[in-house]
């Protein structure tokens, strides 16, 4: 703390907001950002023009190259603006239809920043093999698809990319002429002189702005464009800090417009609904476009375009005919306007700040497309460790090693499962992470090893800025050996935050790549430091990674900051997060001879991020709003390819009632990642803390959800593969259905067939639940059997606090492990139950996945993945067959984290290490009329109990009929059969 006189003490007073909520003016509308005002100022110029407005920028038809392998091309682009500047545009077409377009300056007075896409595509992709490019007068075009039914056109005079699916225009680049990459100048000198300048009325002017400075230049012939004035050129000022932008004017502004597609997802991270509102003409839901620039942004709004803390720009663009996406490959700060310009299409509005345009067409025609095209591209969310998907503990802070022990002893106690215990950044000295505080953590290795003996695990928080003392080795390491982030003068950059005056690690600098991971290793390095007092049940949690600067402009780094290769902070800011949490997830994989799967948590995040581990919404309050928009966000970066999401349950801010806090557990246990967790100023609210019948409801949440981890892995597994997100929202199961276009409150998990509605305003005794289509839908607890309708139906249900509306799918089946344990490691030999939910046409279908969760064998092909059918054995049978076989070797092309096995081995070691694990019941829902017998086919009879109801093919609503097979003699990891007959 810096020592502040009287009058410092009293001026701060008086600067202080009046409430405790967000410093809104701590962060940048598009009003005090240079480039978004001059990308909304170019933007209004043309809406004003109306169809005199037209793009300067013009393909040269005589520099067109078509590459020799077909797929690519490159032209010459220039702007009529600025004859003697040259812009390189180029074409590409991958295998599987995306289109690549990418333009730059070329031969400019500097460079632009080409990198992001290097950061984010996890390869070069391949090129389509059937395109060819055909260049006419006005045009060059190339038709492809399997049907030929896609083409993609580049018209001349002026430039503009059209993306069509059977004729109709899918995405349209630079229709509207928006099109602006400015190019790097010199500042042209300027005649000026200093005049008095006469406060105006009422107005009070400080004495350094006493004075006005007279411009004169030589006038812009390209005003009608560019406008008359270099709005923040040279030097941005915002609050006390001034950007010096030695680089000048170079931002890229383009429109990209959806002709006929209404309604637009994606761009996270914004607290906001999924179908994105507009923000921009006639009347906008917000009035500032969405922003993505990574930022530690202090109890954030529930409903705002502002940026959060991680940038994704993927944007999916809908309708019921067909889906397309796109995904702009740029770092810098973006901000994008969304205008929903009739019921059928959208128009966007893209700017950024700096960098290359490098855009990727993605051409659907389905959300699942996308996915799977989006994921090439960048990766998918790799298979996690399957304890993480248990319940995680967390508060800032467990401020001891006994107050762990005690945290851990409870639990037990209260037969509450747990997996994973936290440590917040207190657990270290002076916070200098790694470095453990010896008074009240005396016996670190002790303590974590208490933990793991219980089948649990720690997370413990690294963050990325370095206390700047010589006493701490990491930062002194990384200062000698010039591995810190520099500042505009290339000395060593100081900011503040948790661990005071901080140094941060420029992780573009590949020299910190190795030496970063060999800090995480647990035995003594002759090379230098490393976490001796660690063990390899530690995993680790990244936060503050946007990265958070106390005393920085927008509380992040300044712009002008520099880092390796001499980019500006300003050109690689978005990614700067994702860097740190790739190597951490690195190094904690890599800290085993033989590797096993890391858990490593992030907060900021760009697109790529999902191979490296999970995000969580960041610092939400304890309100009903932040609950309900939570559910959004999670659904929103799944779009963005970010599967593995959670939010803090209970709020991080604030101290939730009891009820509320029942609620939070239902929605946290519906998300990928579960973990509660709470600021240092709350009271404590572990669930063992809660009086009865809270407590008990709590219990049982924590319990449905290790009940269900055969469901979220199997999930995982699945996207691991084709992207597709693990809560699948409406538009994405459904998406010809224009009902569903809009819902972001309820979703389905993968491909189980289990839809959830959380339950998220106080004293709600019944909830409204959506079912799109003409099925049934089976009440997963009580089994009452509801009834859709081909055009969608809204149902209500129960919805008490004890209540989840959570329903089974008919044509579902279910695996589950119902048996309560401490830990999801206490559950590998546990038996499953089989939840089978018969559609009307009285069939159903399932998954089950299972590896030793921990290592990377699966890779090697140590898994089980089994595929479940109940269907009739032949036409006019009237029994039903319910089958467990193989998938692994049945679909070999499909296996996990992209790698296929040659021939798979069901009688893998991973297999045979369960396989006397059984199936401990087969639940059958549904079903028309009580069996005259069930049995192991080709075998004995088996013990059944059946209870009559409505069946699956009936039209009627009311409690399905039941049966229920005990110890079916079944396998878990074998082939069997049940027939049930009548
Ligand atoms: C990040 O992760 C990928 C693997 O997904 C790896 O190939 C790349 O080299 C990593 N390193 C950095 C510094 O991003």
């Given amino acids: 703390m810096r020592s502040l006189n009287y009058l410092g003490i009293l001026a701060l007073l008086l600067a202080l907001p009046t409430t405790h909520s967000l410093k809104a003016h701590d962060f940048k509308t598009c009003s005090q950002s240079g480039f978004c005002r001059r990308g909304r100022a170019l933007s209004a110029r043309a809406k004003e023009a109306g169809a005199t407005w037209k793009s300067p920028y013009v393909v040269d038809p005589s520099s067109i190259a078509i590459a020799s392998d077909q797929a690519t091309f490159t032209a010459g682009v220039k702007s009529s603006l600025y004859p003697h500047i040259n812009f390189g545009l180029e074409l590409r077409v991958h295998d599987d239809g995306v289109v690549r377009v990418r333009m730059d300056e070329v031969a400019g007075l500097r460079k632009r920043y080409d990198e992001a896409a290097s950061w984010a595509l996890i390869s070069e992709p391949g090129i389509s093999k059937d395109i060819k490019w055909t260049a006419g007068k006005k045009d060059i075009r190339a038709v492809y698809g399997q049907k030929k039914e896609n083409e993609v056109v580049v018209t001349f005079e002026p430039l503009r990319v059209a993306l069509l699916r059977n004729g109709k225009e899918q995405v349209v680049l630079n229709g509207q002429g928006l099109l602006h990459m400015e190019h790097f100048r010199t500042k042209t000198p300027e005649v000026t002189h200093t005049e008095e300048a006469a406060p105006k009325e009422g107005e009070e002017v400080a004495d350094d702005e006493a004075q006005v400075v007279i411009k004169a230049k030589a006038p812009n012939p390209g005003a009608w464009f560019e406008g008359d004035n270099e709005d923040d050129y040279w030097e941005e000022k915002f609050s006390t800090w001034t950007d010096s932008k030695p680089k000048g004017p170079e931002s890229l502004s383009l429109d990209i417009n959806f002709p006929n597609h209404g309604t637009v997802y994606g761009i996270p991270q914004h607290a906001t609904r999924l179908a994105l509102p507009t923000t921009t003409g006639e009347s906008p839901f917000f009035s500032d476009p969405y922003r993505l620039y990574n930022a530690d942004v202090f109890e954030y709004l529930a409903s705002s375009p502002m940026s959060i803390y991680g940038s994704i720009p993927v944007l999916h663009a809908h309708s019921a005919d067909s889906t397309v996406g796109i995904f702009h490959a740029v770092a810098s700060e973006t901000w994008i306007d969304v205008d929903h310009a009739s019921e059928k299409s959208t128009e966007t509005h893209w700017v950024s700040e700096s960098g290359i345009l490098d855009l990727f067409l993605m051409p659907g025609p389905t959300p699942e497309d996308i996915f799977r095209q989006y994921s090439k591209l960048t990766g998918t969310t790799v298979l996690p460790a399957h304890w993480s998907l248990g319940y995680h503990q967390c508060r800032w802070n467990y401020v001891s090693s006994d107050d762990v022990r005690t945290v851990q002893k409870r639990f037990d106690e209260e037969d509450m499962p747990v997996d994973v215990l936290w440590l917040d950044i207190e657990y270290s000295q002076d916070h200098k992470y790694f470095i453990w505080d010896k008074k009240n953590f005396p016996d670190p290795v002790g303590m974590i090893n208490d933990v793991a003996a219980l089948g649990r695990k720690m997370v413990i928080i690294v963050d990325p800025h370095l206390k700047r003392t010589a006493e701490y080795p990491v930062y002194k390491k990384a200062s000698e050996l010039g591995l810190l982030v520099k500042d505009k003068n290339e000395g060593e950059y100081e900011g503040w935050c948790w661990s005071g005056s901080s140094a941060w690690m420029d992780f573009f600098n590949p020299n910190v790549w190795d030496w970063w991971k060999s800090l995480f290793k647990t035995q003594k390095l002759a090379t230098g430091w490393s976490w001796t007092e660690s063990t390899d049940a530690v995993h680790i949690w990244n936060d503050m990674n946007?990265?958070?600067?106390?005393?920085?402009?927008?509380?992040?780094?300044?712009?002008?900051?520099?880092?390796?290769?001499?980019?500006?902070?300003?050109?690689?800011?978005?990614?700067?997060?994702?860097?740190?949490?790739?190597?951490?997830?690195?190094?904690?994989?890599?800290?085993?001879?033989?590797?096993?799967?890391?858990?490593?948590?992030?907060?900021?995040?760009?697109?790529?991020?999902?191979?490296?581990?999970?995000?969580?919404?960041?610092?939400?309050?304890?309100?009903?709003?932040?609950?309900?928009?939570?559910?959004?966000?999670?659904?929103?970066?799944?779009?963005?390819?970010?599967?593995?999401?959670?939010?803090?349950?209970?709020?991080?801010?604030?101290?939730?009632?009891?009820?509320?806090?029942?609620?939070?557990?239902?929605?946290?246990?519906?998300?990928?990642?579960?973990?509660?967790?709470?600021?240092?100023?709350?009271?404590?609210?572990?669930?063992?803390?809660?009086?009865?019948?809270?407590?008990?409801?709590?219990?049982?949440?924590?319990?449905?959800?290790?009940?269900?981890?055969?469901?979220?892995?199997?999930?995982?597994?699945?996207?691991?593969?084709?992207?597709?997100?693990?809560?699948?929202?409406?538009?994405?199961?459904?998406?010809?259905?224009?009902?569903?276009?809009?819902?972001?409150?309820?979703?389905?998990?993968?491909?189980?067939?289990?839809?959830?509605?959380?339950?998220?305003?106080?004293?709600?005794?019944?909830?409204?639940?959506?079912?799109?289509?003409?099925?049934?839908?089976?009440?997963?607890?009580?089994?009452?059997?509801?009834?859709?309708?081909?055009?969608?139906?809204?149902?209500?249900?129960?919805?008490?606090?004890?209540?989840?509306?959570?329903?089974?799918?008919?044509?579902?089946?279910?695996?589950?492990?119902?048996?309560?344990?401490?830990?999801?490691?206490?559950?590998?030999?546990?038996?499953?139950?089989?939840?089978?939910?018969?559609?009307?046409?009285?069939?159903?279908?399932?998954?089950?996945?299972?590896?030793?969760?921990?290592?990377?064998?699966?890779?090697?092909?140590?898994?089980?993945?089994?595929?479940?059918?109940?269907?009739?054995?032949?036409?006019?049978?009237?029994?039903?067959?319910?089958?467990?076989?193989?998938?692994?070797?049945?679909?070999?092309?499909?296996?996990?984290?992209?790698?296929?096995?040659?021939?798979?081995?069901?009688?893998?070691?991973?297999?045979?290490?369960?396989?006397?694990?059984?199936?401990?019941?087969?639940?059958?829902?549904?079903?028309?009329?009580?069996?005259?017998?069930?049995?192991?086919?080709?075998?004995?009879?088996?013990?059944?109990?059946?209870t009559a109801g409505v069946a699956a093919a009936d039209k009627k609503e009311g409690t399905a009929s039941l049966l229920v097979i005990k110890d079916p003699k079944a396998l878990i990891a074998q082939d069997w059969a049940i027939i049930i007959e009548w």
Avoid: C
């Fill in 546 to 946: 946007e990265p958070s600067v106390f005393n920085g402009p927008e509380i992040t780094m300044p712009k002008d900051n520099l880092h390796y290769g001499g980019w500006e902070h300003r050109d690689v800011h978005n990614i700067n997060g994702m860097l740190f949490s790739n190597l951490t997830s690195q190094a904690v994989a890599e800290r085993t001879d033989s590797p096993t799967r890391p858990f490593v948590l992030t907060r900021a995040f760009y697109a790529g991020s999902q191979r490296f581990g999970a995000m969580w919404t960041g610092d939400n309050l304890g309100t009903w709003e932040h609950m309900a928009v939570g559910v959004k966000i999670v659904l929103s970066v799944g779009v963005g390819g970010m599967s593995y999401a959670g939010s803090d349950v209970g709020g991080f801010f604030g101290n939730p009632e009891p009820d509320m806090l029942v609620r939070w557990y239902q929605v946290g246990a519906f998300a990928p990642f579960f973990r509660a967790h709470a600021h240092i100023d709350t009271k404590r609210r572990e669930p063992f803390l809660l009086d009865q019948p809270y407590k008990g409801m709590i219990r049982d949440i924590l319990r449905l959800r290790y009940s269900m981890l055969p469901v979220w892995y199997t999930a995982f597994r699945e996207t691991s593969v084709n992207g597709l997100p693990v809560l699948r929202p409406h538009y994405v199961m459904f998406p010809k259905d224009q009902n569903g276009f809009n819902i972001d409150d309820q979703y389905y998990i993968g491909s189980s067939g289990l839809l959830v509605k959380p339950v998220t305003e106080k004293d709600a005794t019944e909830a409204k639940v959506y079912l799109p289509e003409d099925q049934v839908y089976y009440d997963y607890f009580n089994h009452h059997a509801y009834r859709g309708a081909a055009k969608g139906k809204e149902i209500t249900v129960p919805g008490a606090l004890h209540q989840i509306p959570l329903f089974v799918r008919g044509g579902s089946i279910v695996p589950t492990r119902e048996r309560p344990r401490r830990a999801s490691t206490a559950m590998k030999q546990d038996p499953f139950t089989l939840r089978v939910a018969l559609s009307k046409a009285g069939t159903a279908r399932g998954e089950l996945y299972l590896d030793d969760g921990e290592t990377y064998s699966h890779r090697e092909g140590q898994f089980v993945w089994r595929e479940f059918v109940a269907e009739k054995p032949a036409k006019k049978s009237r029994a039903i067959r319910l089958s467990s076989k193989d998938l692994g070797s049945a679909r070999p092309a499909e296996a996990v984290d992209g790698v296929v096995l040659k021939a798979f081995d069901p009688a893998n070691a991973f297999a045979k290490s369960i396989a006397d694990v059984r199936v401990e019941k087969v639940v059958v829902v549904g079903l028309k009329a009580k069996p005259t017998a069930v049995r192991i086919e080709g075998g004995a009879k088996l013990v059944w109990d059946f």
